[in-house]
């Protein structure tokens, strides 16, 4: 039913922004890797759930990778793919964890999302679908991409862990640095 659904429908307002007219149309994607909601809700936190599952974005300042500044790689919290290297992480005053560069071009998904009566660009991991952020297009040399993405989205490797995905069970990274730490740690 939702296969005959046909292209979305914007409409330019008087102030210029575009709007959608034509709501919540989408086509159901599949993606190489999928999960069930039930082990999901299970594996992960409510607010990696949220966020994964449902487009959600967690608050700013609070996610745990905010400030994170260990060498390593961030992956997919739910199905492991690899998506940034700590090499291109940056401070972007957002509160989220920004990054500048994908470890593959083709690691995520890019869509437009005009929900909240604005047009950004949605961004999934490639392999199992899970939302991650955003994409602008204001972040610094070279790419000048800003890949705003949430903590929640997010597992870490340090680089010079063995690769198996175990998260250390207290204070990484906890350096009080000169960011100055915002305390909300989420626990995972
Ligand atoms: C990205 O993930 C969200 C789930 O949080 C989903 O609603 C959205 O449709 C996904 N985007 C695409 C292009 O499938
Ligand atoms: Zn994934």
Not at 132 to 154: E, M, Q, V, W
Not at 164 to 171: K, L
Request: aromatic share 10%; proline share 5%; charged share 25%.
């Amino acid at each position: 039913m939702l296969d005959a659904c046909p292209a979305a429908v914007f409409s330019i307002l008087n102030n210029g922004q575009t709007m959608l007219k034509q709501g919540t149309c989408r086509t159901k994607k599949t993606w190489p890797r999928t999960f069930s909601q039930e082990e999901l809700k299970k594996r992960l936190s409510p607010i990696q759930f949220h966020v994964t599952q449902e487009r959600g974005t967690e608050s700013a300042f609070r996610g745990e990778y905010t400030d994170h500044k260990e060498e390593g790689t961030y992956s997919c919290v739910v199905c492991g793919a690899p998506l940034f290297r700590s090499e291109t992480k940056f401070d972007s005053g957002s509160g989220w964890p920004s990054f500048y560069d994908l470890v593959k071009e083709e690691s995520v998904t890019a869509t437009d999302d005009f929900s909240y009566g604005m047009h950004r660009v949605e961004i999934n991991c490639s392999q199992c679908g899970s939302h991650l952020g955003h994409l602008f297009d204001d972040g610094p040399k070279p790419t000048g991409k800003r890949y705003c993405i949430n903590s929640a989205s997010l597992g870490f490797q340090p680089k010079d862990a063995p690769s198996a995905s175990s998260h250390p069970s207290s204070g990484e990274g906890a350096e009080a640095g000169a960011g100055g730490s915002s305390g909300g740690k989420i626990e995972l």
